[in-house]
Nanobody
Framework: QVQLVESGGGLVQAGGSLKLSCAAS????????MAWFRQAPGKEREFVAT????????YYANSVKGRFTISRDNAKNTMYLQMNSLKSEDTAVYYC????????????????????WGQGTQVTVSS
């Protein structure tokens, strides 16, 4: 019962920066963990970053660690993904997701953990 809407995607040159937003609405008080995933053409959807919604602890995929920063504004029910030093390999549709069960059956980098997904926003990095 949590609705998610991503925004902020676009075209950027390699080495540039972009900031994505994920606005959550509905029963946001039931959200425990939120995450960013991405999917490039012909590839499997992969984990990017996640954070505890209330505690703000974070975890990143090795491919983006040091370049991307996940954050949130609880008052606005919005999660952000600041992407710096972008590479062509970062080109993908980026999705935000929410875990409203606080599931311990799956790791935070597993798609199966999340029960609510946004529509995705396209990020294209030109070389």
């Amino acid at each position: 019962q949590v609705q998610l809407v991503e925004s902020g995607g676009g075209l950027v040159q390699a080495g540039g920066s972009l900031k994505l937003s994920c606005a959550a609405s509905g029963r946001t008080f039931s959200t425990y963990v939120m995450a960013w995933f991405r999917q490039a053409p012909g590839k499997e959807r992969e984990f990017v970053a996640t954070m505890n919604w209330r505690g703000a602890s974070t975890y990143y995929a090795n491919s983006v660690k040091g370049r991307f920063t996940i954050s949130r504004d609880n008052a606005k029910n919005t999660m952000y993904l600041q992407m710096n030093s972008l590479k062509s390999e970062d080109t993908a549709v980026y999705y935000c997701a929410a875990d409203t069960y606080g599931s311990a059956s799956y790791g935070r980098d597993s798609q199966s953990r999340y029960d609510s997904w946004g529509q995705g926003t396209q990020v294209t990095v030109s070389s």
